[in-house]
């Protein structure tokens, strides 16, 4: 894959000397991080650091396929160069996984983007620290108001997000979100700054029912170089946030990479991995996966979207079902409209609808306040998504969770 990103090269000497002054050791810990005495990590960067995809042949893929559960290893072949010819075989063995769990039931929930201040230097996000763009964040009132908004549309979950940036965006500010949003929404979820286990039991309380966290890439040598400042540097603060949501209480987590970033076969089998070993680790939890794909930002052209393909998007989301035939997998807005569909017809249980990744968007008396984090693929409505799923043969859910 070539490289797609801006490099050190062409900052700005002030920014350059700042960050060369200032760099931190990307595998260590700052003091304020939890360290957990779990073994998670070690086994999926060195499960992934040992996966060589190009020796798996038809014949393994073949076996794969024929088997009724599947672990790592099959999961190694499903993600294989040799696989790509069996896709469509590996859509209709996922199609009836999905089936069998879900039935025909495509979950609907919208990201609320409560503001857009980072600390964090990711040369390919838009939200990060040196990138200008409008920043913003939404008072509480402000907040109420895009929620309100929001559930006017049918929607009963909702998903909230900020910038990673805890000086803005404090736990108390992300959980009085989440204590508003619990007056509007039946599953609240969260993509934020990764915390510690008693603040993720904090915004548990609070009403947040699952988290997701990114790792962007399980490359631990390349996630050095895409990430250049910030608490988000440190690797394996970020590998164990899901291990410390479950500690804290949270009943799901999400696992993802953003592929395109780096070798999208081994960053996909490791993402497959750490949830595999988690699941086994906290039956209890809820597990998901998200599959994003690389978008253009703001003030950066060199960004490239198309390094994987849809065939290989195809790929990925079917081998994560056939991996973990329970878990629930999401497919963004990145996409367009003909590809969600696609993949909600075959593995995908969970899309979001009426999507804005701008900070103050739902709400028609409010002024669009923040830069969006990157360019959204399918623009549709609430109601038109729900409308071309019935159209599809889905049925379209907005909650499926009751609390007693």
């Not at 204590?179 to 009403?207: T, W």
């Not at 290989?312 to 409209?337: D, K, M, N, W």
């Amino acid at each position: 894959m070539k490289d797609t990103f801006v490099n050190e090269s062409i900052m700005s000497d002030e920014v350059r000397e700042h960050l060369k002054e200032n760099r931190i050791d990307h595998m260590k810990y700052l003091p304020d991080m939890e360290a957990l005495d779990s073994d998670v990590m070690d086994q999926v960067v060195s499960m992934m650091n040992a996966y060589d995809y190009h020796r798996y042949t038809e014949q393994d893929v073949r076996r794969a396929l024929e088997k009724e559960n599947r672990g790592p290893e099959e999961f190694a072949a499903l993600l294989s160069p040799a696989a790509l010819p069996f896709l469509e075989e590996m859509a209709q063995k996922a199609q009836e996984e999905t089936r069998r769990h879900f039935g025909n039931s495509v979950y609907l929930f919208t990201p609320l983007y409560i503001a857009n201040y980072c600390e964090n230097y990711c040369i390919y996000c838009g939200f990060n620290c040196h990138n200008k763009i409008r920043r913003a964040q939404l008072n509480e009132a402000e907040i109420e108001e895009e929620m309100q908004a929001i559930a006017k549309t049918g929607l009963q979950e909702i998903l909230i997000l900020t910038g990673e940036s805890r000086k803005k965006s404090t736990v108390e500010y992300i959980g009085k979100a989440c204590q508003i949003a619990r007056k509007y929404f039946k599953v609240i979820g969260l993509e934020v700054y990764p915390m510690n286990s008693d603040e993720y039991r904090y915004l548990h309380e609070c009403g947040a029912d699952y988290v997701t966290v990114f790792q962007e890439t399980y490359d631990s040598d390349k996630y050095e170089t895409l990430h250049l400042a910030g608490h988000k540097r440190i690797f394996p603060y970020r590998i164990n946030a899901q291990e410390r949501a479950l500690k804290g209480g949270m009943r799901g987590v999400g696992f993802g990479a953003l592929l395109g970033l780096s070798d999208f076969r081994k960053d996909a089998y490791a993402t497959g991995i750490h949830a595999w070993l988690l699941q086994r680790k906290y039956p209890h939890a809820e597990i998901a996966f998200s599959c994003p794909r690389l978008r253009p930002i703001i003030n950066n052209d060199k960004i490239n979207p198309m390094d994987v393909h849809e065939a290989q998007l195809l790929q990925v989301v079917t081998a994560y079902r056939l991996l973990l035939p329970f878990a629930g997998i999401t497919v963004s807005t990145r996409e367009c409209a003909r590809v969600r569909d696609n993949l909600a017809c075959i593995a995908a249980t969970k899309i979001s609808a009426g999507v804005s990744t701008g900070v103050g968007s739902h709400a028609a008396e409010m002024e669009d306040q923040g830069d969006e984090q990157f360019e959204i693929s399918d623009s549709r409505t609430v109601e038109e998504v729900y409308r071309d799923l019935e159209n599809l043969g889905q049925q379209p859910v907005m909650n499926d969770y009751v609390y007693v």
